[in-house]
Every structure is written in structure tokens, then in C-alpha cells.
């Protein structure tokens, strides 16, 4: 009952992971009729397992590196130590996002990282509607759904800034919410990065790749 970018884990009837693919590397990518998962159905998958499910359509999700891991603490390091007696709250995967949960309710996303400054949107599983920051750790298997498909899910459904670490190139490529589109700038592993949306506090990307 899943698909993953590069293979396909007990397909959906009638889907096609090859078109899915295909589509997101051509971004031309669009959800189709038949695509019905919601949050329902995902809560009750295999606990043992981390899925994602974008526009219906489930993605079962490996394992991060210890790389991952690493640049991951790093980053939590310095955000809670900024955020420390203020309203915003950083979170770290596993962490249920659900974008569109008072629509179709079939958008659930676990960003490595997030920051959120409304607590209303929390409940007792995640958060309902979108972070003001996430930060996604690029790895082979997530590449293309975090630089396409999370892109524009995330545009569209209004996260402020959005993170996308690259391990492998030691950088940061920075989307800032702007008129309803994303305003890029890229940062290197020797660069001090202001969070646009938390008064230009920065993260040192220096402690961050060490």
C-alpha cells in the first residue's frame, strides 16, 4: 500500500509509481482522482514503519544516515537553544504534519525539523496546517520529494520558510514565502543563516556540517 520514489512496495490499485516519478522529475506532477488515501488510512499502517502520504498517494520512508542524524541534532542544538523561552517551538521527526487536514485530509509530512509559532495548530498526533519553518536533510531516497513534490506542497500551502539541507555539498538552500511564491538563496558550510521569520536569529552552518 505504498510507494517510494525509486521502487514500488505493494502498489495501489491502478497506480503507477513509474508515472509518479517521471512526473516529479518532469514537474509536471498532479494528483489524480483515484489517489484516496486520507489521515484515516494512514493511522492505521504499520506502526513499525514511517510513511508519508502526499495528495493520497503513500511513500514509505527509510531509514536516515548517521550523517543525517548528525546534521539533524546539530540543527535541533541551535534551534532550541534560539528559541528557548519564546512562543515558537522546534520539533524533530517523527512528527505528524498534516497540511491539508481541514480539506481532503490527505497531505501527512514528518520534516526532519520544524518550527511552529502557533500552538493552536497543535493536537494530541502533530500539527494541523502548516509550520512557519521546515527544514528538510536531503538524502538518496528523498531527494527528488523534497526539492519537487514537498516544494510545492509547502508553497502552496503557505509555509513561511522552507529549509533544504544538502549533506553531500555542505549547503543550505533557503524559500522564503513572498507573494505567494518562494524567493531562494543559497548558503555554504562557512555561512551564518538568518531565519527570515524568527527576526533574522541565525543558525551557524559551521557547528551544523563540523
Wanted: aromatic residues 10%; negative net charge.
Amino acid at each position: 500500500m505504498a510507494l517510494t520514489m525509486e521502487k514500488e512496495q505493494n502498489r495501489p490499485s491502478g497506480m503507477e509509481d513509474s508515472s509518479v516519478c517521471e512526473a516529479v522529475s518532469n514537474l509536471s506532477y498532479t494528483p489524480s482522482d483515484d489517489q484516496h488515501y486520507t489521515y484515516a488510512d494512514y493511522m492505521t499502517w504499520d506502526d513499525d514503519q514511517r510513511w508519508e502520504l502526499i495528495d493520497g498517494i503513500p511513500f514509505l520512508m527509510s531509514a536516515p544516515t548517521w550523517q543525517h542524524q548528525e546534521i539533524s541534532s546539530n540543527l535541533h542544538y541551535q534551534l532550541y537553544g534560539l528559541l528557548k523561552g519564546k512562543l515558537c517551538k522546534v520539533y524533530a521527526a517523527p512528527f505528524d504534519v498534516r497540511l491539508n487536514a481541514d480539506t481532503y485530509d490527505n497531505t501527512v509530512v514528518q520534516p526532519d525539523l520544524l518550527v511552529l509559532c502557533d500552538r493552536t495548530k497543535l493536537d494530541k498526533t502533530g500539527c494541523k496546517g502548516a509550520p512557519d519553518l521546515v527544514i528538510e536533510i536531503l538524502s538518496p531516497s528523498t531527494s527528488s520529494r523534497d526539492r519537487l513534490l514537498k516544494f510545492n506542497i509547502y508553497r502552496q500551502s503557505g509555509v513561511k520558510e522552507y529549509w533544504i539541507v544538502e549533506p553531500d555539498e555542505k549547503k543550505v538552500s533557503v524559500h522564503v514565502l513572498s507573494n505567494e511564491d518562494y524567493i531562494t538563496r543559497i548558503y555554504d558550510k562557512t555561512d551564518s543563516v538568518p531565519i527570515r521569520i524568527l527576526d533574522n536569529i541565525k543558525i551557524d552552518l559551521t557547528e551544523v556540517f563540523e
